[in-house]
């Protein structure tokens, strides 16, 4: 069977289509090629759908003996029912419990004892779920998710004892970290609209009250083929790959499923500021710009800015404020990947007898700097040198590939812009960084949380 990493062309996967569509008649069953490119200067990324609306990304990868199995579903915390919160989330720890077929615990102990690792994880745009595991047993991983995708069974002792796990998720998470904390209130005052000020996990209330019917609707609602897309990386033959998935989700049914909506966001015209009281050592510090969809071309700019700013020892941020001058122990930029327009955030940890007014003269001072186009050509360089080397060390596994594969397709609706990505990072220009940090780089769009060191014990529980 011809291999789309193999003398790889369209007409090849076509032909291999052919071949696995031979003598099956259940339309949802059918393979249809939906395109192939390459991957990096060796491989291939084929892309497939089946007649029940479910994605399929193959990346035939032989380096190792082994699959990386994903499931990314195009559901995340974004799209919790109003009162809800951190359902999406209750949902990812249930899927590991009890299926029509089997009985609690049984997912994990069946994979494991054929050598697989499993995990998942909840964002605001998407859920996946991961397997690792020997090529050998690719049939066993696609049984065990079709049905858990389909037949996920739940009941009131399973929901209640799910409760207390996520409820001390949350305690130990959020309410007892100064730094979880901190981040749910950036989020909560900057956006006040938009879902992404909700946290994750939820507010301990709305975890506190999920029902059996809550999950069972949340469940029917968005676990559906058509709403999921496999990505599987590694050692395989792409044909009995195909035939496999074809067996064990053909059957699925597709169900209606509106797609992910949220209120826009209104422009934020003036600063926020929130003041906590929290044990700690040392004051904090955590800023929020408001940034691009990380679809959009500023993003990348963003980045290589970030990465002048915090990115390492000889960054500008880390070198003044804690090699310099003293008056950090640690700061760091992170620009996380939303769907929607989100957040530049820099954490800042003070020494105990700093206060962060010294830490923002000094950030400021820094952006001013950007503003005005003050960037070297060698610091712009070994900027995107450090972030192209990030790029290709996430791609040195089979999970790595797939991680970044199924989030490129799940969240921004184009596995290929993965690569796209990496050529305009290389176009980026000192130009670039001073028209946005001109733009993004305001005080007058910036969320700003303070934490001051408190010998008295926080709230518990967080609330909206």
Not at 231 to 250: F, S
């Amino acid at each position: 069977m011809a291999s789309p990493n193999n003398g790889s062309s369209r007409d090849t996967c076509a032909a291999l289509v052919a071949g696995v569509n031979r003598g099956v008649r259940r339309s949802s069953a059918r393979i249809e090629l939906v395109g192939e490119r390459p991957f990096g200067p060796a491989l291939r990324l084929a892309e497939f759908r089946l007649g029940n609306g479910l994605g399929v990304l193959l990346l035939v990868d032989r380096s190792a003996p082994v699959l990386s199995f994903q499931t990314w579903f195009r559901v995340g915390s974004r799209d919790d029912p109003p009162g809800k919160t951190g359902l999406a989330h209750f949902l990812e720890h249930l899927m590991f419990n009890e299926t029509e077929n089997l009985p609690p615990g049984a997912f994990d102990r069946v994979l494991e004892a054929a050598g697989a690792e499993t995990n998942a994880a909840t964002w605001v745009d998407y859920t996946c779920y991961y397997v690792t595991l020997p090529s050998s047993e690719l049939d066993l991983v696609a049984r065990l998710e079709a049905e858990r995708m389909a037949r996920l069974r739940l009941s009131e002792p399973l929901v209640a004892a799910e409760r207390e796990v996520v409820a001390n998720e949350r305690l130990l998470r959020v309410d007892d970290d100064v730094e979880g904390t901190a981040n749910e209130t950036l989020y909560r005052t900057a956006f006040r609209r938009h879902p992404y000020g909700q946290p994750t996990v939820g507010w301990m209330a709305d975890i506190r009250g999920f029902g059996v019917r809550d999950c069972q609707r949340f469940y029917r609602r968005y676990y559906a083929p058509n709403n999921a897309t496999i990505v599987l990386v590694g050692d395989m033959e792409p044909g009995a790959a195909l035939r496999t998935l074809q067996k064990h989700y053909g059957r699925l049914k597709a169900t209606r499923i509106n797609a992910s909506s949220a209120d826009r966001e209104p422009p934020q015209r003036a600063e926020r500021r929130i003041v906590l009281e929290r044990p700690a050592t040392s004051p904090k510090l955590l800023l929020g710009y408001r940034t691009p969809a990380a679809r959009e071309r500023d993003h990348v700019v963003l980045t290589v800015l970030n990465e002048l700013l915090c990115g390492g020892r000889s960054s500008r941020l880390y070198r003044e404020l804690v090699l310099q001058h003293e008056i950090a122990s640690e700061v760091r930029g992170l620009l996380a990947p939303f769907r929607d327009p989100g957040l530049y955030e820099i954490w800042v940890a003070l020494r105990q007898d700093r206060e962060v007014e010294d830490a923002l003269v000094i950030i400021e001072r820094r952006f001013r700097e950007l503003a005005q186009g003050r960037v070297k050509v060698r610091e712009l360089d070994r900027g995107k040198r450090r972030i192209e080397l990030d790029f290709w060390q996430a791609l040195e596994t089979a999970g790595g590939k797939a991680d970044q594969i199924g989030f490129h397709a799940a969240v921004l609706g184009n596995a290929g812009e993965l690569f796209e990505r990496l050529e305009l990072l290389e176009g980026v220009t000192g130009g670039d960084l001073q028209r946005v940090a001109r733009r993004y780089l305001s005080p007058r769009t910036r969320t700003q949380v303070v934490v001051k060191p408190s010998p008295a014990e926080p709230a518990a529980g967080g609330c909206p």
